[in-house]
């Protein structure tokens, strides 16, 4: 009687513990391979550096401000003299003033013209003229003190086919013309070309120095 008792218990009871004939136990081995990679994956994004994000690294290009063209910054000069007979005005640039920077020098003075304020730079050479203070003026440019002088233009205003043995102590056009950094001529009673100006010097003939360039 007793061992039919025991016989008789449901059988649900016996298969209500953690582990269940042909069914297995725990996670598919599929499953936790995939969650070891993603979770490897997700430690070396959150904890290795990437290319962008080295510490101690610089981007290849970083914006910078545009440094100044040292070439065509303002150069300093000053008037070493004047010849009102020849309308003309002596200028004295620094020696390692470049082409560049006495071509702005140029065209400062040329806006200065433009803007009836040349007076404030150089002195006038037509004062009181119908035209203005330098209707007629011619401005030249040198470095070199030996020859930014009267006897040295005054041999480029005869220009190029004065006889030399009239000049016999005269420094040599071809001299003189070599050391003209730039030249500046105005006259407004020429409405169509009142300003001319260039690199080196070229006298009313054609003959230029080896660095002669138009600037305007």
């Known amino acids: 009687m007793d061992m039919e008792h025991e016989t008789d218990q449901p059988p649900s009871a016996a298969g ?13 081995p599929l499953v936790v391979i995939v969650g070891v990679i993603v979770g490897l994956w997700l430690l070396m994004w959150l904890y290795v550096p990437s290319s ?29 003299t004047t010849i009102p007979e020849l309308n003309v005005i002596i200028v004295m640039v620094p020696p390692q003033a470049t082409d560049s920077q006495v071509v702005g020098l140029l065209n400062r003075l040329r806006q ?27 401005i030249y440019v040198f470095s070199d003190a030996r020859y930014g002088t009267q006897a040295a233009v005054s041999v480029l205003a005869r220009g190029a086919h004065a006889p030399g043995d009239l000049y016999p102590q005269a420094i040599p056009f071809e001299t ?9 001529r105005i006259d407004l009673n020429d409405t169509g070309k009142p300003d ?21």
Not at 16 to 28: D, L
Not at 202 to 214: F, P
């Open 112 to 138: 200065a013209r433009l803007n009836n304020t040349l007076s404030t730079l150089v002195p006038a050479t037509t004062p009181g003229h119908k035209l203005g203070d330098h209707a007629v003026a011619e």
């Open 16 to 28: 209500s513990g953690p582990y269940e004939e042909g069914k297995r136990a725990g996670a598919h």
């Open 176 to 184: 003189a013309m070599e050391q003209v950094r730039g030249h500046y």
């Open 196 to 216: 001319q100006g260039s690199l080196g010097f070229a006298d009313e003939s054609g003959v230029h120095s080896k660095h002669y360039q138009r600037v305007f």
């Open 52 to 80: 962008k994000q080295k510490p101690g690294t610089m981007p290849d290009r970083l914006p910078t401000a545009a440094a100044p063209d040292q070439d065509t910054a303002p150069v300093m000069f000053h008037v070493k």
